[in-house]
């Protein structure tokens, strides 16, 4: 089977329930196929953890716990991390590559008595 555009964004939206990326005024815009417990978004230049709040990585509040988001905007060089199951999870980071911008997302899978499997993509913004 030959490679496209559309089969290679496919096998990439496998790796972290990517759906579309786009960019927005904030930055960067993911589109999830499913609601997922965002957990983490951060700044790179601070060790602070938040909630995200109405889909936006800004930060929020410990006590409110993980909110199950459809869509995620992150700003340009902040991170996120995603969950669908505690054994399964992303990290997200708006990210340019190759002068593209995008989401540089990282898959995690940690089962028992193994050692984590992860897989990193770069998915530009459409």
Not at 51 to 66: E, M, N
Not at 104 to 113: C, D, E, P, Q, V
Request: charged share 20%; net charge negative; aromatic share 6%.
């Amino acid at each position: 089977m030959a490679l496209t555009p559309a089969t290679v964004f496919a096998e990439a939206a496998r790796i972290c329930w990517i759906t579309q990326v786009s960019r927005v005024d904030e930055g960067v815009k993911v589109d999830f196929q499913g609601d997922l417990h965002i957990i983490s978004p951060r700044r790179p230049d601070t060790f602070e953890l938040g909630s995200a709040v109405s889909g936006t990585s800004r930060q929020g509040h410990l006590s409110a716990g993980p909110k199950r988001e459809r869509s995620l905007v992150i700003a340009m060089g902040d991170t996120a991390v995603a969950m669908y199951l505690p054994e399964d999870y992303c990290e997200y980071k708006a990210d340019v590559h190759d002068g593209r911008v995008g989401i540089t997302a990282r898959s995690i899978m940690r089962l028992h008595g193994l050692p984590p499997n992860t897989t990193t993509q770069f998915i530009a913004a459409e």
